[in-house]
């Protein structure tokens, strides 16, 4: 396992990575809520796709 | 379903959908072998516990340089095919690229302050992947600064292609100049030099974070998607406003 004058330098990278990596996820997560949530605004003011789908449908 | 299927955005839609779930429980499977691997690994007779680092820094240094690869597709197929979902893929990857790249540049000073007594050097590999970093960034202003899409996706394109021509200064930087940074140890003539106990995990991290990238790309790419039909959709609110 760890151990050793330098495991500190290996914890912190984990670490880091780890952090990135979950702040990625739940940016891309907010970003597909906040989108949806303006399409269904858009759609309750009555404007909606020629094709007439909708975000129900995504 | 054909690739040609994939060209129009609602199918692309409904398709990941179907997919994502799956990628993501992939990922995370593989990403916790890979990390239980990483952790059994025993300790480098000269590096000692350091190569534990190599586990994360060389996958983020991989995918770093295979996203603007993506991007470079992309870009073409905005240039040359006008494909619909080109500009689509390569903005929503830029920043996924753009995380890999700053994870490859920290954990390689995190692994160089122990190992070479520095966590920078200015020399080939290091600047050339530092570049690379800038460069995302770059992109990541200009698609936010020009209002058009179609202008932004010509000028991204444009400046995802002259920013190609680094990727064969990166790869090769170690072995045109003396560099600090070692050569390749894994993708090299003859086979990798790494031992089975340190290359097993470090492929299946490989493989665990470019099952990342696909799953967290698909995902951005739908957010993009939504993100332009909001924008259609409120161009036709404020036109029926105006009339």
Redesign the interface.
């Known amino acids: ?7 500190s ?2 914890v ?3 670490a ?2 780890t952090a ?2 979950l ?3 739940v ?3 907010i ?2 809520r906040r ?2 949530a ?2 269904r605004e ?1 759609e309750a ?1 009555g ?3 020629r ?1 007439g ?1 909708g975000v129900a449908d ?1 | 379903m054909t690739l040609i299927d994939l060209a129009n955005p ?1 199918r692309f ?1 409904s398709l990941t ?1 179907r997919i994502l779930p799956w990628l993501a429980a992939a990922t995370a499977i593989l990403l916790l072998v890979g990390l239980y691997q990483a ?2 690994a025993p ?1 480098d007779y000269q590096q ?3 190569v ?2 190599m586990f ?2 060389v996958p ?1 240094a991989w995918l770093a340089m295979f996203v603007w690869g993506v991007m470079s597709l992309a870009a073409l197929g905005t240039l040359v095919w006008r494909h619909p979902l080109a500009d689509v893929a390569a903005k929503a990857a830029a ?2 690229g753009a ?1 890999f790249t ?2 490859a540049l ?2 390689g000073a ?2 160089g ?2 190992m070479w007594g520095t966590y920078w050097e200015w020399d080939a590999r290091l600047t050339s992947v530092l570049i690379m970093f800038l460069m995302y960034l770059g992109l990541i202003a200009l698609w936010r600064a020009v209002e058009d899409p179609s202008r932004a996706a010509r000028a991204a394109a444009i400046l995802t292609l002259v920013g190609a021509l680094n990727l064969p200064i990166i790869k090769f930087s170690v072995d045109w100049w003396n560099t600090l940074h070692q050569p390749a140890s894994v993708l090299r003539m003859g086979g990798p030099s790494l031992d089975r106990t340190f290359l097993i995990p470090l492929l299946v991290m490989a493989v665990a974070f470019s099952l ?1 990238f696909v799953t ?1 790309h698909l ?2 790419m ?2 993009e998607i ?2 332009r ?2 924008r259609s ?2 161009m ?2 404020a036109s ?1 406003r105006s009339a």
């Open positions: 396992m760890l151990s050793g004058p330098h495991a330098f290996v912190t990278s984990y880091l990575a990135v990596v702040i990625l996820i940016w891309i997560a970003d597909y989108q949806k303006r399409l858009l003011s404007v909606t796709r094709s789908r995504i | 609602t839609l959908a952790a059994m300790d000692g516990a350091t534990k680092i994360i820094h983020n920043p996924i995380a700053f994870l920290v954990t995190l692994w302050r122990p990342l967290l995902a951005a739908r957010n939504l993100r039909r909001v959709l409120q036709m609110q029926r």
